[in-house]
């Protein structure tokens, strides 16, 4: 089967750092994105992570342990347009399918 | 910039009518994808289509077909749209071996 969780909701505090989890358990890997989605607007690709390690870019870090079917998400020095939702994707290991997860709504408080 | 658009922002439709939601990619891509979007549920891939006149189904393909007889556009139709296809649509586009989709800003279809 396919499965990607990760949390429903977070908050945080302007300036602080917030680390999204996500687990999957899929048939095939080959990939897993991390998606931005403010309210009422399309995604917007933020990271795409194939090998084990860190990527990073700006404020924004992904992670990923395949062997552990993990990855997360790390934002630093947040700001109040980081309020947003996170959406984690894998991708189909035989196909160009990405299997999307239900998304971490994020709210950065002043 | 790519950019990818659809037809209608906003939309409301009648039980039982044929629902038409258009997609448009300017770049070239060969992979077009059509997900809807509910609360605690995610984006549900209903089709896709990685050439022209070639689709796929998704994961929930029940009540809705698609077309693409153009490489930049990408068609979604509910035959007769029914409450529960009461959704946020989104349509995205991807080169094949792809390493992000691009999506459009979405059609927010409502059904009485």
């Known amino acids: 089967g396919q499965n990607i969780d990760q949390p429903t909701e977070m908050t945080a505090t302007e300036g602080a750092i917030v680390q999204i989890n996500c687990t999957y358990q899929t048939s095939g890997f080959n990939g897993l994105f991390w998606y931005q989605q403010h309210a009422g607007e399309a995604p917007t690709f933020l990271s795409y992570?194939?090998?084990?390690g860190l990527e990073e870019k700006g404020r924004f870090s992904s992670f990923l342990s395949r062997s552990k079917g993990y990855s997360y998400l790390l934002l630093k020095e947040l700001q109040m347009k980081d309020s947003a939702s996170y959406l984690c994707a894998v991708r189909d290991d035989n196909t160009d399918k990405l299997i999307f997860g239900t998304g971490t709504r994020l709210q950065v408080f002043p | 910039d790519v950019k990818v658009t659809q037809s209608s922002r906003y939309l409301v439709k009648r039980t039982g009518e044929k629902v038409f939601l258009e997609c448009v990619q300017d770049m070239d891509h060969e992979n077009m994808f059509w997900y809807r979007q509910d609360p605690g549920l995610g984006l549900r891939l209903i089709y896709f289509s990685y050439d022209v006149k070639m689709k796929e189904k998704g994961d929930i393909p029940e009540g809705y077909s698609v077309s693409r007889e153009k490489k930049e556009r990408f068609s979604l139709i509910l035959e007769s749209a029914s409450t529960n296809q009461t959704s946020m649509y989104l349509c995205?586009?991807?080169?094949?071996?792809?390493?992000?989709?691009?999506f459009g800003p979405g059609t927010r279809l409502t059904v009485t």
């Open positions: 995205a586009s991807s080169f094949q071996g792809m390493y992000e989709q691009y």
């Open positions: 992570n194939v090998l084990d």
